[in-house]
């Protein structure tokens, strides 16, 4: 479910200051009245008028200093697996996490060859 617009905020937050009551600001809005109470209750303690960004799941364990080490260790390593580049890494991940990392730094390893190519058949 998506947050309600600023837009809609802020007319909650007029219409409480035109001295409506919150059952008609609901009723108008059409958002339920809790909502708006909450809505006037986070910007009278905390003087936040926007939406509250939500936070999904734990914080990443490779910020971004880390990934800018495990893309160090990608150039130097280019044919490393992904379990060689977690065993270097200074901070215990496991191999998804990684491969997530990558993945969001848009890095791919490069893998070398361990035979020549076929002259024959397609490589």
């Known amino acids: ?11 909650v937050l007029d219409g409480y200051e035109q001295g409506l009551d919150t059952e008609e600001i609901a009723g108008r809005l ?3 009245p809790s909502w708006a ?9 905390q003087g936040i008028r926007t939406a509250i960004e939500q936070k999904h799941g734990p914080d990443a364990l ?5 990934r800018l080490e495990l893309a ?3 150039v130097r390593t ?3 697996t992904l379990d060689e580049l977690r065993r270097q890494l200074s901070v215990p991940v ?3 996490t990684v491969f997530r990392a990558l993945n ?3 890095l791919t390893l490069k893998k070398s060859r361990r035979t020549p190519a076929s002259r024959t058949g397609r490589t």
């Open 78 to 80: 280019p044919d490393a």
């Open 37 to 45: 109470r909450r809505v006037r209750q986070r910007w009278q303690e």
């Open 72 to 74: 160090a260790l990608v």
């Open 94 to 96: 496991s191999i998804s």
């Open 104 to 106: 969001d730094i848009r």
């Open 30 to 32: 059409k958002v339920s």
């Open 1 to 11: 479910m998506e947050a309600y617009p600023t837009k809609v905020r802020e007319l």
């Open 62 to 66: 490779l910020d971004a200093a880390r």
